[in-house]
């Protein structure tokens, strides 16, 4: 086993709001980890403070063997590890090109030249190659969607961490972006994967996370932690006990 990602006793607090009070885990290379957890059990502030947007309170982040608690989100962007934002934000009067270039550019410090290189082939796995001269206002949801993908992906990141890519769209959309996450896999890019949809965490992952009362609280193979006691207690209050 070799865990690209070791995050060891996380905390973090808002005033009295103990969000994270001990989130211990690992990220294998080249798996793709799920994340499911109630509103508000705090999955985007974990990946804000992956990212370094967020200082977390206690605990170490190793990447690559390497603590990272030190480094800002450009220096950690630059380092390998790319996100999506759960709320898509492009630049709505860019074109889908420009806006993956801007990953390249701005996220990965890449010159014109080779962002460009790299946004045909990001356009390629994220299938937007036929849309590439549109602006990114004009996409449908499934789009604005694979786009955010690809602008992290412009990034090269070595760990992708997608926050709810899945939310709001059909149900054949969802086995889309299953298939595009399955890719980015192929590709060796180790991923963590924050959702709420059930089939994404079954068909699209090798471990699911569960994140609830600021702990890790179980951690296994999808269909062991989605059948769990633990998953029962924490959505319907029931379980075994
Ligand atoms: N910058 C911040 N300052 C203060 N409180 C914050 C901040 N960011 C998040 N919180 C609080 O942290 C808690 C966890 O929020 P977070 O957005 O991480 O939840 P989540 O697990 O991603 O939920 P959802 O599934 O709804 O996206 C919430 O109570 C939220 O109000
Ligand atoms: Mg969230």
Redesign the pocket.
Known sequence: MSAILSVNDLGIS??S?H?LKSVNFELEKGEVLGVI??????????L?ILTGI?KPTKGTIAFEGKEISDQNSTQRCHGGIGRTF?VPRPFEKMTVFENIMVGGVFGAGMTEKQAKEKALEVAETIGLSDKLGLFAGKLGLLDRKRLEIGRALATEPKILLL??VGGGLTESEVGLIIDLVKAVKKQGISVIW?E?IIRTMLEGTDRVLL?ADGVDVVCGKPLDVMNSKEVSQVYMGGGDE
């Open positions: 808002f005033g709001n969000v957890g109630p509103n508000g059990a705090g999955k985007t502030v974990m804000n967020l759960q926050d709810e924050i709420h994140l």
